[in-house]
């Protein structure tokens, strides 16, 4: 069964720092779009960033831009999701997953999600 595992996610203070990671069971990441989303608290589901599968692209939300930096080591089979000045309204569980291609009108999105794992929770408060 393909899934992706998410980690990295806790507890940081305003303005603070958290790298997430993404790494598959199963299967290679190489030939797949990776896009992180969060689910934050009554809030719909909110694509946040998007990399091609060299990693020649990037896309992301207007919410992080500046903020949240996506990477990823294909030989390490592993996708990154920097996350520098957190704020508060950032809190929420974090997922990843995999797609065909980031969207084409949609900034920090997939074009169709295809698998993703159980999340990892991001809380942001003092």
């Known amino acids: 069964q393909l899934q992706l595992v998410e980690s990295g996610g806790g507890l940081v203070q305003p303005g603070g720092s958290l790298r997430l990671s993404c790494a598959p069971s199963?299967?290679?990441?190489?030939?797949?779009?990776i896009g992180w989303f969060r689910q934050l608290p009554g809030k719909e589901r909110e694509g946040v960033s998007c990399?091609?599968?060299?990693?020649?692209?990037?896309t992301y939300a207007d919410s992080v831009k500046g903020r949240f930096t996506t990477s990823r080591n294909n030989p390490k089979n592993t996708v990154y999701l920097q996350m520098n000045g957190l704020k508060p309204e950032d809190t929420g569980t974090y997922y990843c997953?995999?797609?065909?291609?980031?969207?084409?009108?949609?900034?920090?999105?997939?074009?169709?999600?295809?698998?993703w794992g159980q999340g990892t929770l991001v809380t942001v408060s003092s």
């Open positions: 990399i091609s599968p060299a990693g020649g692209t990037t």
């Open positions: 997953a995999t797609g065909p291609a980031c969207s084409p009108s949609t900034e920090g999105a997939l074009s169709r999600l295809e698998v």
């Open positions: 199963g299967f290679r990441l190489a030939v797949f779009a």
